[in-house]
């Protein structure tokens, strides 16, 4: 396989947007959620749902310019934004795993170097924050387009990490040999049909529709925790809560989290500020979800704009 040539303008707009790229198709970017938790104290949904602890989380990827789909609401760069142009699909010469863990590492360090003189940072965080222990391998791109996925994730549990794998479920084979699960599964359904599907995803491969139901069959043979998380859109795809519970209903998924749209990065060429909902909306949506899949609301996080659906009574913590 030859490698496959990135065009410099696209490294470099990845590069203006903060990310920091690892190798030859990785990248590691500055969370939010990071600063507010060194600067401010306060830490994202998913330390509040699941016990992980934002300042020591790396949010990474192995494929920062391949996806399987065009999502209208990613954030990521995608072909043919800001006039440039490359084949999502067409897969590079592949990084073994355990460099771009070691990369992965590495550039948060850089990141968190800057915060080492800050006057607002918690000195006790930066200290833990230096030995990171949780790994959300869901930043841009498609993960299960790795072909070493399930040895990168083995790389991080071997470094004491957690994992979340972020996945939009158009390659069940790919999750369905995986040589390790992660330590959670979330496998995004941001439409109710297939008409929907094709209008909100934008898929690029054949028959993703089909191919996300496959996934969504295979969810309840892995002993990982799993999530389906639904990214809500104002007027595009939070209409029909009935029909996404007949998808939910097939997976008997540990969770399910709607979550609004957020009206940031190269999405706000593709949507509105009023495609994002509110809190309130994704709330309503989450009332009716539930009473459709017998799941009760057991957490939410107003600020993020999400509510945690489950048949637990609370959510499992995995601490980092």
């Known amino acids: 396989m030859g490698t496959i040539q990135i065009p410099e303008r696209l490294i470099r707009t990845f590069k203006a947007q903060r990310y ?14 990071l600063y507010e938790s060194l600067t401010r104290g306060r830490h994202c949904y998913k330390q509040k749902f699941y016990g992980i602890e934002t300042h020591r989380c790396v949010q990474m990827t192995p494929t920062a310019f391949y996806c399987t789909m065009k999502c209208l609401f990613c954030w990521r760069v995608q072909s043919g934004d800001l006039g440039i142009e ?10 073994p795993p ?25 000195l006790k965080k930066y200290s833990e924050a230096l030995s990171p222990r949780h790994a959300a391998i869901s ?15 083995s790389c991080f549990h071997e470094r004491g990490f957690t994992t979340f794998l972020v996945s939009n479920g158009t390659l069940p084979e790919a999750l369905s040999n995986l040589s390790e699960e992660p330590t959670q599964l979330y496998v995004s359904v941001c439409a109710y049909d297939k008409r929907s599907f094709l209008r909100t995803c ?28 639904i990214t809500l859109v104002k007027g595009l795809n939070m209409d029909r809560p009935d029909l996404y519970a007949r998808l939910i209903e097939r997976t ?29 909306e994704v709330r309503k949506f989450a009332v009716q979800l539930a009473n459709e899949i017998g799941y009760n609301i057991i957490d939410e996080s107003e ?3 999400v509510v945690l659906l489950s048949r637990l009574k609370e959510p499992i913590k995995l601490r980092s």
Request: hydrophobic letters at 35%; a neutral charge.
């Open 20 to 33: 920091h790229i690892v190798g030859s198709h990785s990248a590691v970017k500055r969370c939010h959620w």
């Open 86 to 95: 490359w084949v999502e699909t067409k897969a590079p010469t592949w990084d």
């Open 98 to 122: 355990e460099e771009i863990v070691e990369g992965c590492i590495k550039a948060q360090l850089q990141i968190l170097s800057g915060y080492k003189g800050n006057p607002k940072a918690d």
């Open 139 to 153: 930043l841009a791109g498609e993960p299960t387009m790795y072909p070493d996925l399930g040895d990168l994730i």
């Open 202 to 229: 934008r898929p690029q491969i054949p028959n993703a529709w089909e191919r996300l139901n496959e996934t969504l069959s295979l969810l309840n043979s892995f002993r990982c925790p799993t999530v389906i998380r």
């Open 252 to 280: 008997n998924s540990t969770y399910v989290e709607p979550k609004a749209y957020m009206h940031v990065g190269m999405s706000t060429l593709r949507l509105k500020f009023k495609n994002m909902p509110t809190h309130e």
């Open 303 to 305: 600020e993020s704009r």
